[in-house]
């Protein structure tokens, strides 16, 4: 078959459901921008362990730092699914990280901005990883199989997440006046970088059209952002959150509630490395990478004995 067959069999298969495999013939664009996004997807949850992290010595009661160290371990899990599956289209994780490193590839933006108080962390559990299983339930459907495989362990994991950072909220809002204060702050600052994370609108996304054609994306980034807001707007009345959006309001005749603008000049400057904490979270990264090289040394040490041992039985 010549290319044009290929590629013409091929969406054949993406149209009919079918689960493209590392094996299978792809588009060369195709495995370019799978290893794009779910190298990037791994980044995030790599990186998205640091913000937490930071309170991980700091939560207020044995039980809460359990729960929380539980989840940042879970975040780590999920970057090694995803690095996994990136590496079935023939990358290396070597490769992915140097492009982190090297700022070739990007990470959520959400993780460029600080945690402040104990709160940041309900709102993180409760509004990021909302926003991260609303698209992610999606992504379950992705045509590449080993990225689909792993979204449906991670959207498992992503709920628990979801439930302990509703919890922090939902306690602290049945407490003190301080406390309640400190819960609302953590929302303040938070809602519209959370909205950030679904991406441009549709009509400024460079990747949605083929990738929608290709069945990686199966619903716009508008589409999940309006999915997230309609389903949260309930979740913060039940709790008694004011969401910072004076433009929030139901509308009947679209079934959904209607929503202020994005300031996606702080979108852009905190995606490219301008975000408050950019420069910290790559530097650390990079930092606690080459305090593990002896780790990365040992183990190649250890395959090479180990080879070398089944080759001389
Ligand atoms: N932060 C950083 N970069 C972003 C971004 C964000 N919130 N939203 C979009 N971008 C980037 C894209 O990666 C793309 O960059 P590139 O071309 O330079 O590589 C550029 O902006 C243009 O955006 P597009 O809409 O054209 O890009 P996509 O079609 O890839 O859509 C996406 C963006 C919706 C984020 C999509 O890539 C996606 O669904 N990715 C997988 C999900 C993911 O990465 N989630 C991370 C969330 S955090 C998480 O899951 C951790 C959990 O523990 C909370």
Not at 286 to 307: I, P, S
């Amino acid at each position: 078959m010549d290319q044009a067959e290929e590629e013409k069999v091929f969406q054949e298969r993406v149209d009919a459901e079918e689960k493209i495999e590392p094996k299978d013939w792809m588009p060369d664009k195709y495995r370019k921008t799978l290893i794009r996004q779910i190298s990037q997807h791994a980044h995030s949850e790599v990186i998205g362990m640091q913000p937490e992290g930071n309170w991980l010595t700091r939560a207020p009661t044995l039980h809460r730092k359990a729960v929380l160290l539980a989840k940042v371990q879970d975040e780590g899990g999920h970057g090694l699914y995803l690095y996994s599956a990136a590496e079935t289209m023939g990358v290396s994780r070597e490769e992915m990280i140097d492009d982190l490193h090297e700022e070739r590839a990007k990470y959520a933006s959400i993780f460029n901005y600080p945690t402040l108080t104990w709160s940041d962390i309900g709102a993180i559990g409760w509004l990021v990883d909302s926003a991260a299983i609303v698209n992610q339930i999606s992504l379950q459907r992705t045509s590449y199989g080993p990225y689909a495989r792993a979204m449906v362990r991670i959207c498992k994991e992503e709920s628990f997440h979801q439930r302990q950072g509703y919890n922090i909220m939902m306690t602290l809002m049945r407490g003190s006046d301080e406390q309640k204060a400190m819960a609302q702050d953590s929302v303040d600052r938070f809602w519209w970088p959370v909205l950030m994370m679904f991406g441009p609108h549709d009509s400024d996304s460079v990747h949605s059209a083929q990738n929608m054609k290709w069945k990686i994306k199966r619903q716009s980034n508008d589409d999940l952002r309006q999915k997230f807001i309609d389903q949260t707007v309930e979740q913060a009345n039940a709790i008694g959150i004011t969401l910072p959006d004076p433009d929030l309001k139901w509308n009947e005749e679209r079934g959904h509630y209607d929503f202020g603008e994005i300031d996606w000049e702080e979108f852009r400057r905190s995606m490219s490395g301008g975000g408050p904490c950019s420069r910290l979270r790559l530097a650390h990264h990079r930092q606690v990478h080459e305090e593990g090289e002896w780790v990365r040394e040992a183990m190649r040490v250890y395959e090479n004995k180990k080879r070398s041992n089944q080759e001389a039985a």
